[in-house]
Nanobody, 121 residues
Framework: QVQLVESGGGLVHLGGSLRLSCTAS????????IGWFRQAPGKERERVSC????????YYADSVKGRFTISRDNAKNTVYLQMNNLKPEDTAVYYC??????????????WGQGTQVTVSS
C-alpha cells in the first residue's frame, strides 16, 4: 500500500523555522517526483516546492525562494522541507505529493494527509 505521511508542522513566531518531513511507505520515494503544496483557508492549493527523481532539479515558488529548501534522505525514504524566516502568510496546511510516472508518461499521484503550519506575528 502506497502511503505518504507528513510531520513536523506546528506553531512558530514570525522569523522562526520548521522542518517538515514526508515519509513514504510501500514504495521507494527516490523514484518519484515529490512536491510540497499548501492550502490556506479560503484559498486554492498551491505548489510550494518540488524535487525530481534521483535528486534532479528542484522548483520553488517565488514566495518561498531563499527561505525554503527541499531535500531527500533516501536511507530514510523521506523528503524534507526546511522552512526558515517564516511569515504569517506561510500559514497553511502543508501536503506532500508523490508522482509516479510509468514508461508511457502516464502518472499516478499520491497525497499525504497534511500537516498544519501556523506562523504568528
Amino acid at each position: 500500500q502506497v502511503q505518504l505521511v507528513e510531520s513536523g508542522g506546528g506553531l512558530v513566531h514570525l522569523g522562526g523555522s520548521l522542518r517538515l518531513s514526508c515519509t513514504a511507505s510501500g514504495f521507494t520515494l527516490d523514484s518519484y517526483v515529490i512536491g510540497w503544496f499548501r492550502q490556506a483557508p479560503g484559498k486554492e492549493r498551491e505548489r510550494v516546492s518540488c524535487i525530481s527523481r534521483s535528486d534532479g532539479p528542484t522548483y520553488y515558488a517565488d514566495s518561498v525562494k531563499g527561505r525554503f529548501t527541499i531535500s531527500r534522505d533516501n536511507a530514510k525514504n523521506t523528503v524534507y522541507l526546511q522552512m526558515n524566516n517564516l511569515k504569517p502568510e506561510d500559514t497553511a496546511v502543508y501536503y506532500c505529493k508523490g508522482r509516479d510516472y510509468d514508461s508511457t508518461g502516464y502518472y499516478t499521484d499520491y497525497w499525504g494527509q497534511g500537516t498544519q503550519v501556523t506562523v504568528s506575528s
